[in-house]
């Protein structure tokens, strides 16, 4: 019986199925303690299996997304943040705007919440089978400048422009040069229609020429993102001031 069930844990390994064949001790056991049918045992073999293949998958789009931090919505603190409902909330989560391709703009000055927001919708969207991508502004400029000497640059790349969801933060982080505006509206032109596009920022667009330096591509820029886009202001002080740890504690 011991060597029947090994050669099936190695059959099950190359059939791809190794989570199941780890688990099958335990199946086995199962099956024979409340005496499951033939299809009982098999239902919850394939059960577990897909389970299994859901969460690596989602590990996998985790790490391509590259979070800068794992902040879920759950922790966003709504009760801070007046200037958005707490129907407009739930509205964005339910990502009916990902499905329609919808940009999102973020505006407001820094730590009012905007790159969480960003990322825990971005998590909710992987949750939900979306492809995301998340990269600070300066992170990018640096893959435009590096992408003809690097294989990394052009991976990452690539991997934004065939995502459902692309998030850029700090839009205003540090300004472009003609070459990297140009090829920053490339990128943008790429993904319009395509995909849907997060911004944060702590300027409106109407400031955005400041960095893309040519009126031309920034007029370009602003038709494809503000086409179909929400643009959404949050205010109030900074979180992490407020919340501000201190190495005096309660003294």
Same mark, same amino acid.
């Given at each position: 019986?011991?060597?029947?069930?090994?050669?099936?844990?190695?059959?099950?390994?190359?059939?791809?199925?190794?989570?199941?064949?780890?688990?099958?001790?335990?199946?086995?056991?199962?099956?024979?303690?409340?005496?499951?049918?033939?299809?009982?045992?098999?239902?919850?073999?394939?059960?577990?299996?897909?389970?299994?293949?859901?969460?690596?998958?989602?590990?996998?789009?985790?790490?391509?997304?590259? =979070?800068?931090?794992?902040? !879920?919505?759950?922790?966003?603190?709504?009760?801070?943040?007046?200037?958005? +409902?707490?129907?407009?909330?739930?509205?964005?989560?339910?990502?009916?705007?990902?499905?329609?391709?919808?940009?999102?703009?973020? @505006?407001?000055?820094? $730590?009012? $919440?905007?790159?969480? @927001?960003?990322? #825990?919708? #971005?998590?909710?969207? &992987?949750?939900?089978?979306?492809?995301?991508?998340?990269?600070?502004?300066? !992170?990018?400029?640096?893959? =435009?400048?590096?992408?003809?000497?690097?294989?990394? +640059?052009? !991976?990452?790349?690539?991997?934004? %422009?065939?995502?459902? /969801?692309?998030?850029?933060?700090?839009?205003? *982080?540090?300004?472009?040069?003609?070459?990297?505006?140009?090829? =920053?509206?490339?990128?943008?032109?790429?993904?319009? $229609?395509?995909? +849907?596009?997060?911004?944060?920022?702590?300027? #409106?667009?109407?400031?955005?020429?400041?960095? /893309? #330096?040519?009126?031309? &591509?920034?007029?370009?820029?602003?038709?494809?993102? &503000?086409?179909?886009?929400?643009?959404?202001?949050?205010?109030?002080?900074?979180?992490? &001031?407020?919340?501000?740890?201190? %190495? *005096?504690?309660?003294?």
């Amino acid at each position: 019986m011991l060597e029947a069930t090994c050669e099936l844990k190695e059959q099950m390994r190359s059939l791809k199925i190794s989570e199941t064949a780890k688990a099958l001790d335990d199946f086995l056991l199962k099956a024979q303690a409340k005496d499951l049918s033939y299809q009982q045992f098999l239902s919850e073999l394939v059960s577990y299996e897909l389970l299994k293949r859901e969460e690596r998958q989602r590990e996998k789009w985790l790490k391509w997304a590259a =979070f800068p931090e794992y902040s !879920t919505l759950d922790k966003f603190n709504l009760a801070e943040q007046q200037s958005l +409902s707490k129907k407009q909330f739930q509205h964005l989560r339910e990502l009916l705007w990902v499905e329609q391709v919808y940009n999102l703009l973020l @505006l407001g000055p820094p $730590g009012v $919440g905007k790159t969480h @927001l960003a990322i #825990g919708l #971005g998590i909710d969207a &992987i949750d939900r089978g979306y492809k995301v991508s998340f990269i600070q502004m300066d !992170t990018l400029i640096n893959l =435009f400048k590096t992408q003809e000497i690097s294989r990394n +640059s052009r !991976t990452r790349l690539k991997r934004i %422009i065939s995502s459902d /969801l692309v998030i850029i933060d700090d839009l205003m *982080f540090m300004a472009m040069d003609r070459n990297e505006a140009n090829m =920053f509206f490339q990128l943008i032109n790429k993904l319009y $229609g395509q995909a +849907s596009i997060i911004i944060t920022s702590n300027k #409106g667009p109407e400031d955005w020429g400041e960095l /893309l #330096g040519d009126p031309a &591509i920034t007029t370009a820029i602003l038709d494809r993102i &503000i086409h179909k886009s929400e643009v959404i202001h949050l205010s109030g002080d900074s979180y992490r &001031i407020k919340h501000r740890e201190t %190495i *005096f504690g309660s003294i």
